[in-house]
Each structure stands twice: as C-alpha cells, then as structure tokens.
Antibody
Framework: EVQLLESGGGVVQPGGSLRLSCAASGFSFTSYAMSWVRQAPGKGLEWVSVISSSDGSTYYADSVKGRFTISRDNSKNTLYLRMNSLRAEDTAIYYC??????????????????????WGQGTLVTVSS | DIVMTQTPLSLSVTPGQPASISCKSSQSLLHSDGKTYLYWYLQKPGQSPQLLIYEVSNRFSGVPDRFSGSGSGTDFTLKISRVEAEDVGVYYCMQSIQSWTFGQGTKVEIK
C-alpha cells in the first residue's frame, strides 16, 4: 500500500522558514517524480513544485519560485520542501503527492506531464505574527 | 497559463439520481503524443484528494464504475450515474499539459 506521511508543519512568522518532509513507503520511491500541492483554508488546490525521480530536475510555481526548494533523499525515501521568506498567503495545508511518471517533460514555456496518483494526509503551515 | 473552469460550483443531488460536472479549459488539452491531459479528483470532507479519472475517461484503481469521464479538446464532463452518500465532497478537474492547474472545485452534497 502506498503511504505518504508529511510532517514539519507549524506556525511561523512572516519572513520565517520551515522545512516539510514526506516519508514514502509501499512503492519504489526512485521510480516516481514527486510533488507538493497546497490548499489554503477553505480554498482550492494549487500545485507548488515537482522533482523528478532520479536526476533531481525541479520546477516551481511562479508564486513560490526563488523562495521554496524541493529536494529528495532517495536513500531515505523522503521528499522535502524548504520554505523561506514565508508570507501570509503561504498559509495552507501542504500535500505530498506521487506523480504517475518518473520524469516530467519541459517545453520552452513550462514543464508538465503526469498526474497525482497518491496523496498524503497533509501538514498545515500557518504564517502569522 | 491554462485556466480550468468548472460548472456548477455546487450541486445538491438526491441519492440514486445522476449528477454531472462540467470542466472547460482555456486551451486544448490534447497533446501531440495523442493523450489528453485531463484528470478528475474527489476531496471528501476532511480528507486529502483522491484520483478518480485519468486522461479524460480512465477510472483509477478501485473507483466505482458509476463514475465516468468524457470530453475532448477543451470541454470535459464527469458523470456519476447514481449518486451515493459516500460521493459527497468537492470534485476538481486538473490539467497537466502546461504545468499543473486545477479547477475551482464543485461541491456535491446529498439532498
């Protein structure tokens, strides 16, 4: 059974930093790209970032580019999201999700491909003073 | 950026009756590889989203056959043939032909 378990959420002041983790089990972690998707309170879903299975290629939503860093440790089956310069609008539940593909595609304008097959239960990040 | 627009935004359905949700994209989701990059998710109350349909019309593992997807290009539909109490929640369409973006969601409740 695929399991994705997020941790690391909490309350942080504007301008602060936080690192989220997602422990994966029940599948071959090195065979899939992984992603973070967030959901502000009472709002819809927003894709945040994606990382390929093995070569470490990454891609970010414009809303977090330059502030967030996605990474993975394939030896620990763990996905990370380092969030710096946090803003009130970053307040959300952050979900870890497994893509259906190992490597996403990139055109001249954007990266794309696959879909989110499995999701974790999420971890809440609150940015507030 | 591709904008995904769902209608209606809310739906109240009698158990056993059908339900239909529309999703329109601002650009075609048909890729040159022949696939259409359109998906449907359900987020039940208090839960994380779960995949229902991939590439327009393929049910994901374990999804009941009362759920079906159809459409092409920019217009897509999710249909529930006979709504059950466990189908309540918010339904999202998503595209992945240009980054990954979701519709605003359709809330389905039982009458």
């Amino acid at each position: 059974e695929v399991q994705l378990l997020e941790s690391g959420g909490g309350v942080v002041q504007p301008g602060g930093s936080l690192r989220l983790s997602c422990a994966a089990s029940g599948f071959s972690f090195t065979s899939y790209a992984m992603s973070w998707v967030r959901q502000a309170p009472g709002k819809g879903l927003e894709w945040v970032s994606v990382i390929s299975s093995s070569d470490g290629s990454t891609y970010y939503a414009d809303s977090v580019k330059g502030r967030f860093t996605i990474s993975r440790d394939n030896s620990k089956n763990t996905l990370y999201l380092r969030m710096n310069s946090l803003r009130a609008e970053d307040t959300a539940i952050y979900y870890c999700a497994r893509l259906s593909i190992a490597v996403f595609y990139c055109s001249s304008s954007s990266c794309y491909g696959g879909y989110f097959q499995h999701w974790g239960q999420g971890t809440l990040v609150t940015v507030s003073s | 950026d591709i904008v995904m627009t769902q209608t209606p935004l809310s739906l109240s359905v009698t158990p056993g009756q059908p339900a239909s949700i529309s999703c329109k994209s601002s650009q075609s989701l048909l890729h040159s590889d022949g696939k259409t990059y359109l998906y449907w998710y359900l987020q039940k109350p208090g839960q994380s989203p779960q995949l229902l349909i991939y590439e327009v019309s393929n049910r994901f593992s374990g999804v009941p056959d009362r759920f079906s997807g159809s459409g092409s290009g920019t217009d897509f539909t999710l249909k529930i043939s006979r709504v059950e109490a466990e189908d309540v929640g918010v339904y999202y369409c998503m595209q992945s032909i240009q980054s990954w973006t979701f519709g605003q969601g359709t809330k389905v409740e039982i009458k």
